[in-house]
């Protein structure tokens, strides 16, 4: 048995010395220790030595092992280091060159929000920005929707205190507006909004544009003339628009608003789910309970409200399937956009 440890020995040795790389350390390590090794398999002899002879043919076991664990450990960091080494040589960067010119450029959701906001501002409405943090009462309360109303379902909330929370909608700047500005009112108001939400068209925090037409003698065609517009310029010019009855708390009737697939213009294809009709945003004529509430005369003005969110208009404009894409900053996916 000493002889096969000695040759186990020689052998290990020889192998570790012609091994020229990382890889090939690797293969003899499973050559020598593996499960069906040289000294795994001459180990399992040791059973059948005299018991007096155990403790001198172990100890020779030992110290072979130990030995040959050994060179090959050295041998790893030698090639490890080398390969290191190699590394840093092919990766380094000298960072006293100029700078390569790679000019930035907008993010897709900006350039479809500044086309969207353009197009309402050629329709005369003003663009008017308000707090993320927003509280209860104008997220909520003035919006027809009381603490403990089952509408507050249809928006899974971030409280940060028990009347703060991040705003879960645009919709609080009908109600900031209409209590400080006396009509007409002809506003767009673009902004961030978070929900507890999070799936490949659901993100928890995104972006929506709200629309408040507060005036004489508004109705329903005023909005559908202005949607209509609007889709036609943001998808093409054969976009039609249809309302589907829907319900909200704030508008009056309240209408779910679809328009036609610019993709396969009405057919039926995988965007639309065959249906030829795209869901863009909901939208409603102003709730007379809300213009009292803010101080405004339902019996003299009427007003329609819509809001929709950008994330879901760029995801339609430009075939996008993952909302998460917008998000994480991808320079492949960005570029695209430029
Ligand atoms: C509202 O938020 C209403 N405030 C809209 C409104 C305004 C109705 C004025 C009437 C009058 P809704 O919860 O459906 O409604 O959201 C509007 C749009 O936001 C949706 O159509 C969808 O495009 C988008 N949206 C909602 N949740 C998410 C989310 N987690 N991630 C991305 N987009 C979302």
Redo the contacts with the bound molecule.
């Keep these: 048995m000493i002889e096969t440890i000695e040759k186990l020995k020689a052998d290990g040795i020889a192998l570790i010395n012609d091994a020229a790389t990382l890889n090939d350390v690797n293969n003899v390590k499973v050559k020598i220790f593996g499960k069906n090794g040289d000294f795994t398999a001459a180990m399992r002899g040791l059973k059948d030595v005299p018991k007096e002879q155990k403790p001198e043919v172990g100890k020779a076991f030992n110290d072979v092992k130990v030995m040959l664990e050994g060179l090959i450990a050295e041998k790893e960091r030698v090639f490890a280091e080398a390969e290191k080494q190699a590394r840093i040589k092919s990766e380094y960067i000298d960072v006293t060159l100029p700078g390569k010119k790679e000019l930035g450029a907008l993010h897709p959701l900006t350039l479809v929000k500044n086309e969207i906001l353009d197009t309402f501002i050629g329709l005369g409405f003003e663009v008017k920005e308000g707090p993320e943090i927003e509280s209860d009462y104008y997220n909520f309360q003035l919006?027809n929707i009381p603490k403990d109303h089952p509408a507050r379902d249809?928006?899974d909330s971030l409280y940060i205190t028990d009347n703060f929370l991040l705003r879960?909608?645009?919709?609080p700047m009908?109600a900031r507006t209409m209590t400080t500005q006396k009509p007409p009112i002809r506003i767009v108001v673009p902004g961030k909004?978070y929900?507890n939400?999070?799936?490949a068209?659901?993100?928890?925090?995104?972006?929506?544009v709200?629309?408040?037409v507060v005036d004489k003698h508004i109705t329903l065609c005023d909005l559908k003339g202005a949607l209509e517009v609007f889709a036609k310029r943001l998808f093409d010019e054969k976009t039609k628009v249809r309302f589907r009855p829907?319900y909200?708390p704030?508008?009056e009737p309240?209408?779910?608003v679809d328009v036609s697939c610019s993709i396969c213009h009405g057919k039926g294809c995988r965007v639309c789910k065959g249906t030829g009709w795209i869901?863009?945003?909901?939208?409603?004529i102003?709730n007379p309970a809300v213009l009292e509430a803010c101080g405004i005369n339902s019996k003299e003005y009427s007003g329609?409200?819509?809001?929709?969110?950008?994330?879901?208009?760029a995801m339609i404009k430009y075939g996008i399937p993952d909302?998460r894409l917008f998000f994480e900053n991808d320079k492949r996916f960005l570029e695209q956009y430029k």
Excluded at 168 to 171: G, L, P, V
Excluded at 201 to 208: D, G
Aim: glycine share 10%; aromatic share 12%; hydrophobic share 40%.
């Design positions: 919006l249809m928006q879960t909608h645009t919709s009908q909004v929900r939400d999070d799936d068209t659901h993100s928890p925090m995104f972006q929506q709200e629309g408040l829907s909200f704030f508008t309240s209408v779910e869901e863009i945003l909901g939208a409603g102003v329609y409200a819509f809001g929709f969110g950008i994330e879901r208009i909302i």
